[in-house]
Protein backbone atom coordinates (compact mmCIF):
# COMPACT_ATOMS: atom_id res chain seq x y z
CA UNK A 1 0.00 0.00 0.00
CA UNK A 2 1.10 3.60 0.15
CA UNK A 3 1.99 4.88 -3.57
CA UNK A 4 5.36 6.62 -4.54
CA UNK A 5 6.16 8.98 -7.15
CA UNK A 6 9.59 10.52 -8.08
CA UNK A 7 10.72 12.72 -11.04
CA UNK A 8 14.16 14.40 -12.45
CA UNK A 9 13.90 16.32 -15.55
CA UNK A 10 13.53 19.88 -17.19
CA UNK A 11 10.06 20.55 -15.94
CA UNK A 12 8.62 21.96 -13.10
CA UNK A 13 8.53 18.86 -10.62
CA UNK A 14 5.33 19.09 -9.09
CA UNK A 15 2.80 19.26 -11.05
CA UNK A 16 3.78 15.76 -12.60
CA UNK A 17 3.99 14.43 -8.45
CA UNK A 18 0.79 15.90 -7.73
CA UNK A 19 -0.77 13.88 -10.95
CA UNK A 20 0.96 11.30 -10.42
CA UNK A 21 -0.04 10.68 -6.83
CA UNK A 22 -4.03 11.54 -7.97
CA UNK A 23 -3.74 8.16 -9.94
CA UNK A 24 -1.67 6.64 -7.18
CA UNK A 25 -4.63 7.17 -4.65
CA UNK A 26 -5.91 4.15 -4.45
CA UNK A 27 -2.91 2.57 -2.70
CA UNK A 28 -3.97 4.70 0.28
CA UNK A 29 -5.45 7.90 1.31
CA UNK A 30 -4.81 9.06 4.52
CA UNK A 31 -2.05 11.49 3.71
CA UNK A 32 0.11 13.07 1.43
CA UNK A 33 3.18 14.92 0.26
CA UNK A 34 5.91 16.16 -1.55
CA UNK A 35 9.54 16.80 -1.61
CA UNK A 36 10.99 19.12 -4.17
CA UNK A 37 14.95 20.31 -4.92
CA UNK A 38 14.68 24.25 -4.28
CA UNK A 39 17.40 26.25 -5.04
CA UNK A 40 19.80 24.36 -2.88
CA UNK A 41 16.88 23.18 -0.26
CA UNK A 42 14.78 20.40 -0.19
CA UNK A 43 11.62 21.69 0.49
CA UNK A 44 8.49 19.52 2.29
CA UNK A 45 4.39 19.84 1.84
CA UNK A 46 2.83 17.81 3.34
CA UNK A 47 -0.53 16.53 5.76
CA UNK A 48 -2.95 14.20 6.43
CA UNK A 49 -6.25 13.88 4.00
CA UNK A 50 -6.15 13.47 0.39
CA UNK A 51 -3.88 14.66 -2.17
CA UNK A 52 -6.11 17.16 -3.46
CA UNK A 53 -5.36 18.63 0.03
CA UNK A 54 -2.10 19.30 -1.32
CA UNK A 55 -3.11 22.43 -3.67
CA UNK A 56 -4.37 24.10 -0.59
CA UNK A 57 -1.09 23.54 1.29
CA UNK A 58 0.90 26.97 1.81
CA UNK A 59 3.56 27.49 -0.92
CA UNK A 60 3.11 24.67 -3.60
CA UNK A 61 2.53 26.51 -6.80
CA UNK A 62 5.93 28.27 -5.94
CA UNK A 63 8.10 24.91 -5.74
CA UNK A 64 9.56 25.64 -8.73
CA UNK A 65 12.36 22.42 -8.32
CA UNK A 66 12.68 19.88 -11.14
CA UNK A 67 13.65 17.27 -8.95
CA UNK A 68 11.43 15.97 -6.06
CA UNK A 69 9.83 13.00 -5.18
CA UNK A 70 6.19 12.36 -3.71
CA UNK A 71 3.98 9.71 -1.56
CA UNK A 72 0.06 9.19 -0.86
CA UNK A 73 0.00 6.77 2.26
CA UNK A 74 -2.24 4.21 3.97
CA UNK A 75 -0.71 4.35 7.72
CA UNK A 76 0.79 1.23 9.15
CA UNK A 77 3.09 3.01 11.79
CA UNK A 78 1.46 5.84 13.76
CA UNK A 79 -1.88 7.59 12.79
CA UNK A 80 -2.42 9.66 9.75
CA UNK A 81 -0.85 12.87 10.58
CA UNK A 82 0.91 16.34 9.42
CA UNK A 83 4.10 14.36 11.15
CA UNK A 84 3.85 10.63 10.04
CA UNK A 85 2.84 11.58 6.30
CA UNK A 86 6.05 10.93 3.98
CA UNK A 87 8.26 12.46 2.96
CA UNK A 88 10.35 12.27 5.80
CA UNK A 89 14.08 13.83 6.39
CA UNK A 90 16.55 13.53 8.21
CA UNK A 91 18.14 15.57 11.18
CA UNK A 92 20.29 17.64 8.70
CA UNK A 93 17.31 18.16 6.08
CA UNK A 94 20.06 16.64 3.47
CA UNK A 95 17.96 13.43 2.99
CA UNK A 96 14.34 13.10 1.81
CA UNK A 97 12.71 9.65 1.16
CA UNK A 98 9.28 8.42 0.52
CA UNK A 99 8.92 4.61 1.14
CA UNK A 100 6.46 1.87 0.39
CA UNK A 101 6.02 -1.23 2.55
CA UNK A 102 6.87 -2.06 6.47
CA UNK A 103 10.87 -1.89 7.97
CA UNK A 104 10.24 -4.76 10.67
CA UNK A 105 12.98 -3.98 12.67
CA UNK A 106 12.82 -0.11 12.80
CA UNK A 107 12.45 0.07 16.23
CA UNK A 108 15.95 -1.58 17.05
CA UNK A 109 17.54 0.95 14.05
CA UNK A 110 15.36 4.43 16.03
CA UNK A 111 17.47 3.39 19.10
CA UNK A 112 21.09 3.03 17.76
CA UNK A 113 20.14 6.25 15.89
CA UNK A 114 18.97 7.71 19.42
CA UNK A 115 21.72 6.70 21.41
CA UNK A 116 23.77 8.67 18.12
CA UNK A 117 21.69 11.72 19.30
CA UNK A 118 19.05 11.69 15.97
CA UNK A 119 16.21 12.62 17.18
CA UNK A 120 12.74 11.86 15.93
CA UNK A 121 9.52 13.45 14.35
CA UNK A 122 7.18 10.96 13.86
CA UNK A 123 6.01 7.41 14.70
CA UNK A 124 6.48 5.88 11.18
CA UNK A 125 9.17 2.89 10.66
CA UNK A 126 9.97 4.98 7.17
CA UNK A 127 11.68 8.00 9.27
CA UNK A 128 14.82 5.61 10.20
CA UNK A 129 15.47 5.63 6.47
CA UNK A 130 17.20 9.36 6.06
CA UNK A 131 18.32 9.26 9.17
CA UNK A 132 20.57 6.11 8.68
CA UNK A 133 21.77 7.12 5.02
CA UNK A 134 22.75 10.22 7.07
CA UNK A 135 24.19 8.18 9.31
CA UNK A 136 26.31 6.56 7.00
CA UNK A 137 26.88 9.59 5.14
CA UNK A 138 28.65 10.60 7.60
CA UNK A 139 30.80 7.37 9.10
CA UNK A 140 33.18 5.27 7.23
CA UNK A 141 31.56 6.04 3.34
CA UNK A 142 34.92 5.46 1.23
CA UNK A 143 35.12 6.20 -2.78
CA UNK A 144 33.01 7.00 -5.29
CA UNK A 145 29.30 8.10 -5.18
CA UNK A 146 29.05 8.36 -1.84
CA UNK A 147 25.10 9.30 -1.92
CA UNK A 148 24.52 5.55 -3.51
CA UNK A 149 27.34 4.15 -0.73
CA UNK A 150 25.15 5.48 1.73
CA UNK A 151 21.66 4.52 0.55
CA UNK A 152 23.52 1.01 0.20
CA UNK A 153 24.66 0.81 3.34
CA UNK A 154 20.95 1.88 5.39
CA UNK A 155 19.25 -0.35 3.26
CA UNK A 156 21.51 -2.94 3.89
CA UNK A 157 20.45 -2.67 7.91
CA UNK A 158 16.59 -2.74 6.82
CA UNK A 159 14.40 -5.99 7.47
CA UNK A 160 11.35 -5.79 5.78
CA UNK A 161 9.90 -4.64 2.43
CA UNK A 162 10.50 -1.84 1.02
CA UNK A 163 10.38 0.49 -2.40
CA UNK A 164 12.47 3.23 -1.74
CA UNK A 165 12.95 6.76 -3.31
CA UNK A 166 15.41 9.33 -2.06
CA UNK A 167 16.56 12.56 -3.12
CA UNK A 168 19.47 14.98 -1.46
CA UNK A 169 20.36 18.82 -1.70
CA UNK A 170 24.23 18.04 -1.48
CA UNK A 171 23.46 15.41 -4.93
CA UNK A 172 20.90 17.62 -6.78
CA UNK A 173 21.44 15.33 -10.32
CA UNK A 174 19.93 12.27 -9.36
CA UNK A 175 17.70 10.35 -7.16
CA UNK A 176 17.95 6.95 -6.14
CA UNK A 177 15.52 4.08 -5.99
CA UNK A 178 15.53 0.70 -4.36
CA UNK A 179 12.83 -2.08 -4.12
CA UNK A 180 12.33 -5.42 -2.08
CA UNK A 181 8.78 -7.02 -2.06
CA UNK A 182 7.18 -3.54 -2.55
CA UNK A 183 6.29 -2.38 -6.65
CA UNK A 184 8.67 0.10 -8.07
CA UNK A 185 9.20 0.57 -12.11
CA UNK A 186 10.91 3.71 -13.39
CA UNK A 187 9.83 5.40 -16.49
CA UNK A 188 12.52 6.21 -19.18
CA UNK A 189 11.31 9.56 -21.09
CA UNK A 190 13.72 12.06 -22.77
CA UNK A 191 15.20 14.53 -20.97
CA UNK A 192 13.36 13.29 -18.06
CA UNK A 193 12.80 10.17 -16.05
CA UNK A 194 10.28 8.81 -13.47
CA UNK A 195 10.14 6.23 -10.79
CA UNK A 196 6.18 5.24 -9.45
CA UNK A 197 4.72 2.62 -7.30
CA UNK A 198 2.74 1.70 -10.48
CA UNK A 199 2.59 2.39 -14.06
CA UNK A 200 -0.42 4.09 -14.82
CA UNK A 201 0.80 6.88 -12.57
CA UNK A 202 3.71 7.97 -15.00
CA UNK A 203 1.69 6.96 -18.48
CA UNK A 204 0.56 10.10 -19.57
CA UNK A 205 4.80 10.91 -19.55
CA UNK A 206 6.37 7.35 -20.73
CA UNK A 207 5.25 4.11 -22.68
CA UNK A 208 8.98 2.67 -21.92
CA UNK A 209 9.93 1.32 -18.58
CA UNK A 210 12.31 -0.49 -16.36
CA UNK A 211 10.71 -2.93 -14.26
CA UNK A 212 13.58 -3.00 -11.11
CA UNK A 213 14.64 -6.66 -9.51
CA UNK A 214 14.16 -6.74 -5.36
CA UNK A 215 17.82 -5.30 -4.11
CA UNK A 216 18.54 -3.48 -7.58
CA UNK A 217 19.83 -0.31 -6.68
CA UNK A 218 18.73 2.45 -9.40
CA UNK A 219 20.47 6.13 -9.78
CA UNK A 220 18.15 7.85 -11.93
CA UNK A 221 19.56 11.34 -13.34
CA UNK A 222 18.08 13.59 -16.12
CA UNK A 223 19.70 11.94 -18.86
CA UNK A 224 20.44 8.37 -17.76
CA UNK A 225 19.05 5.57 -15.64
CA UNK A 226 21.95 3.59 -13.93
CA UNK A 227 21.55 -0.33 -12.42
CA UNK A 228 23.34 -1.74 -9.72
CA UNK A 229 23.33 -5.11 -8.27
CA UNK A 230 22.99 -5.71 -4.34
CA UNK A 231 26.73 -5.42 -4.32
CA UNK A 232 26.70 -2.03 -6.14
CA UNK A 233 27.82 -3.63 -9.52
CA UNK A 234 26.66 -1.86 -12.56
CA UNK A 235 24.99 -3.69 -15.38
CA UNK A 236 22.26 -2.55 -18.22
CA UNK A 237 18.71 -3.50 -18.22
CA UNK A 238 15.93 -4.47 -20.75
CA UNK A 239 13.65 -1.86 -21.13
CA UNK A 240 9.82 -2.87 -21.62
CA UNK A 241 7.22 -0.87 -23.74
CA UNK A 242 3.40 -0.36 -22.20
CA UNK A 243 1.05 -0.87 -25.19
CA UNK A 244 -1.54 0.15 -22.44
CA UNK A 245 -3.60 3.33 -23.54
CA UNK A 246 -3.29 6.51 -20.61
CA UNK A 247 -7.18 6.58 -21.36
CA UNK A 248 -7.80 3.33 -19.72
CA UNK A 249 -6.84 4.44 -16.58
CA UNK A 250 -9.41 6.98 -17.24
CA UNK A 251 -12.99 7.70 -16.15
CA UNK A 252 -14.22 7.57 -19.51
CA UNK A 253 -17.39 9.79 -18.32
CA UNK A 254 -18.34 6.88 -16.01
CA UNK A 255 -18.93 9.16 -12.63
CA UNK A 256 -16.68 6.51 -10.73
CA UNK A 257 -13.72 4.22 -11.77
CA UNK A 258 -15.74 1.09 -10.33
CA UNK A 259 -19.02 1.48 -12.64
CA UNK A 260 -16.37 2.47 -15.16
CA UNK A 261 -14.79 -1.07 -14.80
CA UNK A 262 -18.01 -2.94 -13.65
CA UNK A 263 -18.90 -1.96 -17.40
CA UNK A 264 -15.71 -2.87 -18.84
CA UNK A 265 -16.25 -6.48 -17.93
CA UNK A 266 -17.63 -7.69 -21.61
CA UNK A 267 -14.49 -6.15 -23.61
CA UNK A 268 -12.36 -7.02 -20.50
CA UNK A 269 -13.37 -10.44 -20.91
CA UNK A 270 -12.76 -10.39 -25.08
CA UNK A 271 -9.02 -9.52 -23.49
CA UNK A 272 -8.90 -12.59 -21.77
CA UNK A 273 -9.66 -14.84 -24.01
CA UNK A 274 -8.00 -12.94 -26.52
CA UNK A 275 -6.17 -16.10 -29.22
CA UNK A 276 -6.57 -18.82 -26.49
CA UNK A 277 -8.78 -20.99 -28.59
CA UNK A 278 -11.60 -21.03 -31.45
CA UNK A 279 -14.15 -23.46 -31.51
CA UNK A 280 -13.19 -26.78 -32.92
CA UNK A 281 -9.34 -25.93 -31.85
CA UNK A 282 -7.41 -26.93 -29.21
CA UNK A 283 -6.74 -24.39 -26.26
CA UNK A 284 -3.48 -22.24 -26.78
CA UNK A 285 -1.22 -22.04 -24.07
CA UNK A 286 2.36 -21.75 -25.75
CA UNK A 287 3.15 -19.63 -22.27
CA UNK A 288 2.59 -22.97 -20.40
CA UNK A 289 3.26 -25.75 -23.11
CA UNK A 290 2.46 -28.64 -20.44
CA UNK A 291 2.99 -32.02 -21.52
CA UNK A 292 0.70 -34.86 -20.46
CA UNK A 293 3.34 -36.22 -19.22
CA UNK A 294 3.69 -33.15 -16.39
CA UNK A 295 -0.22 -32.54 -15.91
CA UNK A 296 -0.16 -36.35 -15.51
CA UNK A 297 2.17 -36.03 -12.37
CA UNK A 298 0.01 -33.26 -10.76
CA UNK A 299 -1.77 -35.53 -8.60
CA UNK A 300 -2.79 -31.85 -6.26
CA UNK A 301 -3.27 -28.25 -7.45
CA UNK A 302 -3.67 -25.48 -4.50
CA UNK A 303 -5.31 -22.30 -5.53
CA UNK A 304 -3.92 -19.44 -3.15
CA UNK A 305 -4.90 -15.79 -2.93
CA UNK A 306 -6.78 -13.19 -1.15
CA UNK A 307 -9.98 -11.51 -1.14
CA UNK A 308 -11.79 -11.47 -4.42
CA UNK A 309 -9.43 -13.07 -5.78
CA UNK A 310 -9.90 -15.93 -3.59
CA UNK A 311 -13.30 -15.85 -4.31
CA UNK A 312 -12.65 -16.48 -8.13
CA UNK A 313 -10.00 -19.29 -7.22
CA UNK A 314 -13.28 -21.09 -5.57
CA UNK A 315 -15.03 -21.25 -9.07
CA UNK A 316 -11.60 -22.16 -10.18
CA UNK A 317 -11.36 -25.19 -8.47
CA UNK A 318 -14.83 -26.64 -9.46
CA UNK A 319 -14.40 -26.34 -12.96
CA UNK A 320 -10.97 -27.66 -12.71
CA UNK A 321 -12.13 -30.81 -9.95
CA UNK A 322 -14.66 -31.28 -12.67
CA UNK A 323 -12.88 -31.33 -15.70
CA UNK A 324 -9.64 -32.77 -14.66
CA UNK A 325 -10.60 -34.63 -11.96
CA UNK A 326 -7.34 -33.26 -9.73
CA UNK A 327 -8.21 -32.24 -6.34
CA UNK A 328 -7.89 -28.32 -5.36
CA UNK A 329 -7.85 -27.01 -2.41
CA UNK A 330 -8.41 -23.16 -2.20
CA UNK A 331 -6.59 -20.80 0.11
CA UNK A 332 -6.51 -17.59 1.94
CA UNK A 333 -2.69 -17.31 1.38
CA UNK A 334 -2.36 -15.61 4.75
CA UNK A 335 -3.29 -18.49 6.10
CA UNK A 336 -1.66 -20.91 3.57
CA UNK A 337 1.74 -20.15 4.45
CA UNK A 338 1.41 -20.61 8.08
CA UNK A 339 -0.19 -23.95 8.63
CA UNK A 340 2.69 -25.90 6.60
CA UNK A 341 0.75 -27.20 3.71
CA UNK A 342 1.83 -30.43 2.29
CA UNK A 343 3.59 -29.41 -1.05
CA UNK A 344 6.03 -31.92 -3.51
CA UNK A 345 7.02 -31.94 -7.00
CA UNK A 346 4.11 -33.04 -7.75
CA UNK A 347 1.90 -30.29 -6.82
CA UNK A 348 1.02 -27.23 -8.74
CA UNK A 349 0.25 -24.05 -6.72
CA UNK A 350 -1.87 -21.47 -8.97
CA UNK A 351 -1.31 -18.13 -7.32
CA UNK A 352 -4.07 -15.72 -8.16
CA UNK A 353 -3.35 -11.51 -7.90
CA UNK A 354 -5.20 -8.73 -9.80
CA UNK A 355 -2.08 -6.19 -8.74
CA UNK A 356 0.71 -9.63 -8.50
CA UNK A 357 1.75 -7.10 -5.47
CA UNK A 358 -0.15 -8.81 -2.54
CA UNK A 359 2.62 -9.37 0.04
CA UNK A 360 0.68 -12.77 1.27
CA UNK A 361 0.27 -14.41 -2.16
CA UNK A 362 4.14 -13.52 -3.05
CA UNK A 363 5.20 -14.95 0.19
CA UNK A 364 2.77 -18.20 -0.25
CA UNK A 365 4.45 -18.22 -3.57
CA UNK A 366 8.10 -17.97 -2.20
CA UNK A 367 6.97 -20.53 0.27
CA UNK A 368 5.33 -23.28 -2.63
CA UNK A 369 8.58 -23.02 -4.72
CA UNK A 370 10.92 -23.47 -1.64
CA UNK A 371 8.95 -27.04 -1.39
CA UNK A 372 9.40 -27.67 -4.47
CA UNK A 373 5.67 -27.15 -6.21
CA UNK A 374 5.38 -26.32 -10.03
CA UNK A 375 4.02 -22.43 -9.41
CA UNK A 376 1.71 -20.58 -11.76
CA UNK A 377 0.88 -17.07 -11.20
CA UNK A 378 -2.38 -15.32 -12.80
CA UNK A 379 -2.26 -11.36 -12.84
CA UNK A 380 -3.47 -8.78 -14.62
CA UNK A 381 -0.61 -6.80 -13.98
CA UNK A 382 2.48 -7.01 -16.51
CA UNK A 383 5.68 -7.72 -14.99
CA UNK A 384 4.42 -7.36 -11.58
CA UNK A 385 6.26 -8.83 -8.31
CA UNK A 386 4.12 -11.83 -8.11
CA UNK A 387 5.03 -12.66 -12.06
CA UNK A 388 8.62 -12.42 -11.45
CA UNK A 389 8.50 -15.05 -8.62
CA UNK A 390 6.36 -17.88 -10.42
CA UNK A 391 8.09 -20.28 -12.84
CA UNK A 392 5.08 -19.70 -15.24
CA UNK A 393 2.35 -16.65 -15.58
CA UNK A 394 -0.73 -16.08 -17.47
CA UNK A 395 -2.28 -12.68 -17.21
CA UNK A 396 -5.71 -11.72 -17.48
CA UNK A 397 -5.86 -8.66 -19.70
CA UNK A 398 -8.27 -7.06 -18.08
CA UNK A 399 -6.36 -3.63 -18.42
CA UNK A 400 -6.11 -1.20 -15.92
CA UNK A 401 -8.12 -1.82 -12.52
CA UNK A 402 -8.42 1.25 -10.19
CA UNK A 403 -11.25 1.11 -8.04
CA UNK A 404 -10.01 -0.48 -4.31
CA UNK A 405 -12.88 -2.85 -5.22
CA UNK A 406 -12.23 -5.64 -7.49
CA UNK A 407 -15.02 -6.31 -10.22
CA UNK A 408 -13.53 -6.77 -13.90
CA UNK A 409 -10.38 -8.55 -12.12
CA UNK A 410 -12.89 -11.26 -10.93
CA UNK A 411 -14.99 -11.78 -14.07
CA UNK A 412 -11.90 -11.94 -15.66
CA UNK A 413 -9.63 -14.35 -13.39
CA UNK A 414 -13.07 -16.88 -13.43
CA UNK A 415 -13.00 -16.64 -17.37
CA UNK A 416 -8.90 -17.54 -17.58
CA UNK A 417 -9.46 -20.45 -15.06
CA UNK A 418 -12.08 -21.55 -16.75
CA UNK A 419 -9.57 -21.32 -20.28
CA UNK A 420 -6.83 -23.17 -17.99
CA UNK A 421 -9.43 -26.01 -16.71
CA UNK A 422 -10.19 -27.05 -20.41
CA UNK A 423 -6.54 -26.48 -21.63
CA UNK A 424 -5.45 -29.20 -18.83
CA UNK A 425 -8.01 -31.38 -19.92
CA UNK A 426 -7.63 -31.58 -23.10
CA UNK A 427 -3.92 -31.98 -22.66
CA UNK A 428 -4.87 -34.64 -20.02
CA UNK A 429 -7.73 -36.27 -22.08
CA UNK A 430 -9.99 -36.51 -18.86
CA UNK A 431 -13.13 -35.00 -20.27
CA UNK A 432 -14.88 -35.83 -23.36
CA UNK A 433 -14.78 -33.08 -26.91
CA UNK A 434 -18.19 -32.33 -26.88
CA UNK A 435 -18.59 -31.08 -23.26
CA UNK A 436 -15.15 -28.83 -23.60
CA UNK A 437 -16.41 -27.77 -26.67
CA UNK A 438 -19.73 -27.08 -25.17
CA UNK A 439 -17.72 -24.71 -22.39
CA UNK A 440 -15.99 -22.96 -24.99
CA UNK A 441 -19.05 -21.65 -27.16
CA UNK A 442 -20.53 -20.85 -23.64
CA UNK A 443 -17.41 -18.44 -22.77
CA UNK A 444 -17.50 -17.11 -25.91
CA UNK A 445 -20.97 -16.21 -25.36
CA UNK A 446 -20.05 -14.80 -22.21
CA UNK A 447 -19.33 -10.96 -23.49
CA UNK A 448 -23.02 -10.40 -24.88
CA UNK A 449 -24.91 -11.51 -22.16
CA UNK A 450 -22.93 -9.55 -19.30
CA UNK A 451 -23.97 -6.37 -22.28
CA UNK A 452 -27.33 -7.70 -21.51
CA UNK A 453 -27.28 -7.25 -17.47
CA UNK A 454 -25.57 -4.50 -17.98
CA UNK A 455 -28.41 -2.70 -20.42
CA UNK A 456 -31.26 -3.36 -17.55
CA UNK A 457 -29.86 -2.12 -14.56
CA UNK A 458 -33.35 -0.58 -13.32
CA UNK A 459 -34.59 -3.16 -11.21
CA UNK A 460 -31.13 -3.47 -8.82
CA UNK A 461 -31.00 0.36 -8.77
CA UNK A 462 -34.50 0.51 -7.26
CA UNK A 463 -33.77 -2.30 -5.05
CA UNK A 464 -30.83 -0.72 -3.64
CA UNK A 465 -32.75 2.71 -3.31
CA UNK A 466 -35.17 0.55 -0.97
CA UNK A 467 -32.27 -0.81 1.21
CA UNK A 468 -29.50 1.19 1.33
CA UNK A 469 -30.23 1.78 5.03
CA UNK A 470 -30.28 -1.52 6.38
CA UNK A 471 -27.90 -2.98 8.79
CA UNK A 472 -27.29 -6.40 8.07
CA UNK A 473 -27.65 -8.19 5.01
CA UNK A 474 -27.49 -12.26 3.99
CA UNK A 475 -26.63 -13.68 1.06
CA UNK A 476 -27.14 -17.27 0.24
CA UNK A 477 -26.09 -19.96 -2.72
CA UNK A 478 -25.15 -23.43 -3.11
CA UNK A 479 -22.57 -24.73 -5.33
CA UNK A 480 -20.87 -22.20 -7.36
CA UNK A 481 -23.33 -19.81 -6.48
CA UNK A 482 -22.55 -20.11 -2.64
CA UNK A 483 -18.49 -18.58 -4.04
CA UNK A 484 -20.78 -15.24 -5.71
CA UNK A 485 -22.64 -14.95 -2.26
CA UNK A 486 -18.83 -14.80 -0.79
CA UNK A 487 -18.24 -12.26 -3.50
CA UNK A 488 -21.85 -10.10 -3.04
CA UNK A 489 -21.10 -10.25 0.24
CA UNK A 490 -17.45 -8.73 0.46
CA UNK A 491 -18.29 -6.16 -1.87
CA UNK A 492 -21.46 -4.62 0.10
CA UNK A 493 -18.88 -4.88 3.28
CA UNK A 494 -15.62 -2.97 1.35
CA UNK A 495 -18.14 0.11 -0.21
CA UNK A 496 -21.34 0.20 1.55
CA UNK A 497 -20.20 -0.29 5.14
CA UNK A 498 -23.26 -2.66 5.49
CA UNK A 499 -22.71 -5.74 8.02
CA UNK A 500 -23.20 -8.86 5.80
CA UNK A 501 -22.56 -12.53 5.82
CA UNK A 502 -22.66 -15.03 3.30
CA UNK A 503 -23.49 -18.71 3.71
CA UNK A 504 -23.85 -21.81 1.88
CA UNK A 505 -27.51 -22.26 1.57
CA UNK A 506 -27.84 -25.46 3.40
CA UNK A 507 -25.60 -24.98 6.04
CA UNK A 508 -27.96 -21.93 7.64
CA UNK A 509 -30.17 -24.37 9.51
CA UNK A 510 -26.71 -25.41 11.03
CA UNK A 511 -26.68 -21.65 13.05
CA UNK A 512 -26.93 -18.14 11.00
CA UNK A 513 -30.43 -18.81 10.73
CA UNK A 514 -30.90 -17.70 14.32
CA UNK A 515 -30.01 -14.37 12.65
CA UNK A 516 -33.27 -13.96 10.46
CA UNK A 517 -35.83 -11.86 11.79
CA UNK A 518 -38.50 -9.73 10.32
CA UNK A 519 -37.81 -7.77 7.23
CA UNK A 520 -33.63 -8.58 7.37
CA UNK A 521 -32.67 -9.06 3.63
CA UNK A 522 -31.55 -12.01 2.33
CA UNK A 523 -30.52 -12.87 -1.34
CA UNK A 524 -30.58 -15.67 -3.18
CA UNK A 525 -28.37 -16.53 -6.08
CA UNK A 526 -30.15 -19.25 -7.56
CA UNK A 527 -28.37 -20.22 -10.93
CA UNK A 528 -27.70 -24.26 -10.97
CA UNK A 529 -29.81 -26.57 -11.93
CA UNK A 530 -29.13 -29.58 -10.60
CA UNK A 531 -29.43 -27.51 -6.68
CA UNK A 532 -32.66 -25.17 -7.61
CA UNK A 533 -35.37 -27.73 -5.39
CA UNK A 534 -32.84 -27.21 -2.67
CA UNK A 535 -31.64 -24.21 -2.72
CA UNK A 536 -35.63 -22.76 -3.03
CA UNK A 537 -36.02 -24.71 0.21
CA UNK A 538 -33.61 -22.86 1.96
CA UNK A 539 -34.83 -19.25 1.02
CA UNK A 540 -38.34 -20.22 2.16
CA UNK A 541 -36.86 -21.12 5.20
CA UNK A 542 -35.36 -17.85 5.95
CA UNK A 543 -39.42 -16.57 4.76
CA UNK A 544 -41.13 -18.11 6.80
CA UNK A 545 -38.93 -16.02 9.26
CA UNK A 546 -39.95 -13.01 7.87
CA UNK A 547 -37.21 -12.08 5.36
CA UNK A 548 -37.58 -10.22 2.53
CA UNK A 549 -35.97 -11.77 -0.23
CA UNK A 550 -33.81 -10.83 -3.83
CA UNK A 551 -32.92 -13.71 -6.24
CA UNK A 552 -30.65 -13.49 -8.57
CA UNK A 553 -31.38 -16.86 -11.23
CA UNK A 554 -31.42 -18.10 -14.37
CA UNK A 555 -33.96 -20.31 -13.85
CA UNK A 556 -37.45 -20.38 -14.11
CA UNK A 557 -38.85 -20.27 -10.35
CA UNK A 558 -42.23 -19.86 -8.66
CA UNK A 559 -41.41 -15.55 -8.93
CA UNK A 560 -44.13 -15.11 -6.51
CA UNK A 561 -42.75 -16.58 -3.74
CA UNK A 562 -40.30 -13.83 -3.60
CA UNK A 563 -40.01 -9.88 -3.04
CA UNK A 564 -37.79 -9.07 -5.84
CA UNK A 565 -36.23 -11.41 -8.68
CA UNK A 566 -33.58 -10.80 -11.40
CA UNK A 567 -33.14 -12.46 -14.29
CA UNK A 568 -29.71 -12.93 -16.19
CA UNK A 569 -28.62 -14.84 -18.98
CA UNK A 570 -28.46 -18.89 -18.79
CA UNK A 571 -24.83 -20.50 -18.89
CA UNK A 572 -23.21 -23.41 -17.85
CA UNK A 573 -23.44 -23.48 -14.02
CA UNK A 574 -19.61 -23.73 -13.97
CA UNK A 575 -19.47 -20.17 -15.53
CA UNK A 576 -22.39 -18.59 -13.82
CA UNK A 577 -20.39 -17.00 -11.34
CA UNK A 578 -19.40 -14.62 -14.17
CA UNK A 579 -22.92 -13.27 -14.72
CA UNK A 580 -24.45 -13.57 -10.96
CA UNK A 581 -22.19 -11.73 -9.82
CA UNK A 582 -23.05 -8.40 -11.99
CA UNK A 583 -26.22 -7.44 -10.07
CA UNK A 584 -24.64 -7.91 -7.06
CA UNK A 585 -21.87 -5.33 -7.97
CA UNK A 586 -24.07 -2.91 -9.20
CA UNK A 587 -25.97 -3.35 -5.86
CA UNK A 588 -23.62 -2.70 -4.00
CA UNK A 589 -22.06 0.13 -6.09
CA UNK A 590 -25.71 1.96 -5.92
CA UNK A 591 -26.40 1.27 -2.43
CA UNK A 592 -22.81 3.21 -1.70
CA UNK A 593 -23.84 5.96 -4.23
CA UNK A 594 -27.52 6.33 -1.75
CA UNK A 595 -25.00 6.60 0.43
CA UNK A 596 -23.06 9.40 -0.61
CA UNK A 597 -19.58 7.39 -0.04
CA UNK A 598 -16.49 7.24 -1.53
CA UNK A 599 -17.34 4.27 -4.07
CA UNK A 600 -13.93 4.22 -5.40
CA UNK A 601 -12.04 4.85 -1.90
CA UNK A 602 -13.43 3.02 0.91
CA UNK A 603 -12.31 3.68 4.23
CA UNK A 604 -9.40 1.94 5.74
CA UNK A 605 -8.47 -0.15 2.54
CA UNK A 606 -6.35 0.16 -0.46
CA UNK A 607 -6.20 -1.64 -3.79
CA UNK A 608 -2.46 -3.24 -3.44
CA UNK A 609 -2.07 -4.64 -0.41
CA UNK A 610 1.39 -5.13 -0.03
CA UNK A 611 2.18 -5.62 3.43
CA UNK A 612 1.56 -8.72 5.49
C1 LIG B 1 -11.93 -6.82 -3.07
C2 LIG B 1 -10.53 -6.62 -3.30
C3 LIG B 1 -9.55 -7.37 -2.48
C4 LIG B 1 -8.49 -7.99 -3.41
C5 LIG B 1 -7.39 -8.65 -2.59
C6 LIG B 1 -6.36 -9.32 -3.45
O1 LIG B 1 -12.72 -6.03 -3.89
O2 LIG B 1 -10.16 -5.86 -4.15
O3 LIG B 1 -10.18 -8.33 -1.71
O4 LIG B 1 -9.12 -8.92 -4.23
O5 LIG B 1 -6.78 -7.68 -1.79
O6 LIG B 1 -5.75 -8.40 -4.31
P1 LIG B 1 -4.88 -8.90 -5.54
O7 LIG B 1 -5.81 -9.60 -6.49
O8 LIG B 1 -4.30 -7.66 -6.12
O9 LIG B 1 -3.86 -9.83 -4.99
Known amino acids: MCGIVGYIGDKKATPILINGLLSLEYRGYDSAGIAVLDKDKIVVRKDKGRVNNLYDLVGINDLTGTVGIAHTRWATHGKPSKENAHP ?85 DRLIAVRKDSPLVIGKGIGENFIASDIPAILPYTREFYLPDDNEFVEIYENKVQFYDSSLVEHS ?31 AIRETIGSRFRLGEKCDFDDLNFSKEFLSSINKIYIVACG ?69 AISNVIGSSITREANYTIYTHAGPEIAVASTKAYSSQVVLLAIL ?101 VIGIITDPKLI ?41 LLSPILSVIPLQLLSYYISKNKGLDVDKPRNLAKSVTVE
Open 237 to 267: KAIKNIEWDACAAEKDGFEDYMLKEIYEQSS
Open 88 to 172: HMDNSSTFAVVHNGIIENYTEIRSFLENKGYKFLSQTDTEVIPNLIHYYSENGIQGENPFLRAVKSAVDDLKGSYAIGVISNKYP
Open 533 to 573: EKSLSNIQEVITRGAKTLIITNQIIPSDHFNYVINIPNTSA
Open 308 to 376: TAMHAGLTGKTIIEKLCKIPVTVDIASEFRYRDPIIDKNTLCIFISQSGETADTIAALKLSKEKGATTL
Open 421 to 521: AIYFAEVLDSTSNEVLENLKSEILDLPVKISNILDNTEEIKAFAKKVYTEKDMFFLGRGTDYNVALEGSLKLKEISYIHSEAYAAGELKHGPIALIENNVT
